[in-house]
């Protein structure tokens, strides 16, 4: 099975989910958001094809990463390639993110969609909207993006937000905070 990356695996991210973590890039994106951050990854037939099996032995070779996170593009474009790869992830006992433009509930709806929410563990979902862009927020470009704790939804039947990461930044120095100040 083949999957598209916009790039080779970016380790020691820490912008792109909790802990230290190795992103893989997708290419290809349909949603073309106003102000995406990665207007790189939007073309399908940009980027590189390389076979799964690839992927798996560079992620094999990645140490000290507390998870993985497909970003892009959408992942979601590339549905299959992206749940064999997760749930390889999974083997490594390493938790999943994923960013995509789609909704959770329109990944719940899509073939394979209910399959792909199974298999991460925490979806970033909906359309960058530069409107409410904002630099305070936790692991998401815009406000109107949810952090979604996917297996808790999937158990609910319902969506389940991870409310520490919808919260706004503080971005008080840590000098500056009353209870960091030694006396």
Aim: net charge negative; with cysteine; aromatic share 8%.
């Amino acid at each position: 099975m083949k999957i598209r990356l916009a790039s080779d695996l970016q380790t020691d991210s820490i912008v792109d989910g909790p802990g230290i973590r190795t992103v893989i890039w997708t290419q290809g994106c349909g949603h073309a958001c106003p102000g995406c951050h990665n207007p790189g990854t939007h073309a399908f037939n940009g980027g590189v094809e390389v076979d799964v099996e690839e992927v798996k032995k560079a992620l094999d070779e990645v140490e000290g990463q507390n998870g993985v996170t497909f970003s892009g593009g959408d992942p979601v474009y590339q549905i299959e390639p992206v749940i064999e790869l997760a749930k390889y992830v999974k083997t490594k006992n390493l938790n999943v993110w994923l960013y995509s433009g789609f909704t959770y509930e329109e990944i719940l709806n899509l073939p394979k969609g209910k399959e792909l929410l199974a298999t991460i563990d925490c979806l970033v979902d909906g359309k960058f909207d530069i409107k409410t862009r904002s630099l305070d927020l936790v692991f998401r470009g815009s406000e109107n993006q949810r952090v979604i704790d996917t297996k808790e939804s999937l158990k609910k039947n319902e969506v389940v937000i991870i409310e520490k990461y919808m919260k706004k930044k503080d971005n008080t120095p840590l000098y500056q905070k009353k209870e960091d100040i030694f006396v």
